[in-house]
Every structure is written in structure tokens, then in C-alpha cells.
């Protein structure tokens, strides 16, 4: 099934089951895909905003041109997800699991990303800076080629074994 050119208003597609879907040029406005499912999904030229994705279950879709803005999608699943030219903006990933995903060049702008599991994904050139990384889940050789701030460096030490601690006398 393919839908192309449509737009989603305000559509409550909560627990929705969508097996071999293609979504080309579409757009979804305040939806609710909260606890979707969505096996062998391809996603090409699709814009998601203002959505609820609470919980989805995403692994192994297909991302191309994709952004996604202030999207609320806490304890949603991306593992294995192939994305290209993904785009990120103020979005709540909370406790979201993009394990072993390909992310390359992603940008995830102002987006919190509390105990996001990036481990095994492919992030070389991905941008993370404006984004809250407290407590991400991920190892140092997932973080090779990823841009962050230097105020982001601080979430990071502790995943690159750094330790840090001030002199004493100093505060």
C-alpha cells in the first residue's frame, strides 16, 4: 500500500498496525501514532509535526528526506532504521532505542535525547548540537564523527571513560 501526496490533520492512528506501507510526499499535523506499529515501512519526502509518537515501534524502517518537528516520541523503537537526510527539531526521544540504526549526517537539533540508546548506531556526521544529552546510552566508537557543543562535552566525559573532577580549592 503506498500513499502518496496526502496530508494528515489531526488523525488518531494510536496502536495502528501498518505492515509493507509506503509513504511518499506526505506530511502528518498533530497526529497521534502513539503505540503504532509499522513493519517494513518506507518513508520518502515525509514530514511529521507537532505528532505523538509515544511508544512506536519502528525497527528496520526506511527513512529518506524525512524531518521531523516537535514530535513527542518517548520509548519509540528505530532499531535498525536506514535514514537518509534526516532531520530532527525540537523532539522529545526520551528512553528512545535507535540501536544499530544508520544514521549518518542526521541532524538533531533542540531535541532531548534522556537516556537515548544510540548504541551500535552509525552516526559519522551526525549533528547533535542544542540537544540535551543527559544519561545517552551510547559507546565512544558510536560517537566517532558526531558534532556536539562544547557545553555537551560535559554528558559525554563519562562515555569516553573521562573522569571529571575539580582541583581542590577550586570552585
Do not use: K, Y
Not at 501526496?5 to 494510536?14: A, I, Y
Not at 516537535?70 to 523532539?91: E, K, T, Y
Request: proline share 2%; charged share 25%; net charge negative.
Amino acid at each position: 500500500m503506498t500513499f502518496a501526496g496526502c496530508v494528515f490533520r489531526r488523525v488518531n492512528l494510536t496502536g495502528s498496525v501498518w505492515e509493507r506501507v509506503r509513504l511518499l510526499d506526505v506530511r502528518f499535523e498533530d497526529c497521534d501514532l502513539s503505540g503504532a506499529r509499522w513493519t517494513d515501512v518506507s518513508l520518502d519526502r515525509v514530514e511529521v509535526t507537532g505528532s505523538r509518537l509515544l511508544g512506536l515501534q519502528a525497527a528496520g524502517v526506511r527513512l529518506r528526506h524525512v524531518r521531523l518537528t516537535r514530535v513527542h516520541a518517548p520509548l519509540s523503537v528505530w532499531q535498525r532504521a536506514d535514514a537518509a537526510h534526516l532531520h530532527l527539531n525540537g523532539c522529545d526521544l526520551s528512553e528512545a532505542s535507535f540501536m544499530e540504526a544508520n544514521l549518518p549526517g542526521a541532524v538533531l537539533r533542540d531535541c532531548r535525547l534522556h537516556r537515548t540508546d544510540l548504541r551500535g548506531a552509525q552516526l559519522d556526521g551526525a549533528d547533535l548540537r542544542g540537544s540535551a544529552l543527559g544519561g545517552l546510552r551510547a559507546g565512544a566508537a558510536d560517537l566517532q564523527g558526531v558534532t556536539v557543543e562544547a557545553a555537551q562535552v560535559l554528558d559525554l566525559a563519562h562515555l569516553l571513560g573521562v573522569q571529571i573532577e575539580e582541583l581542590p580549592g577550586e570552585a
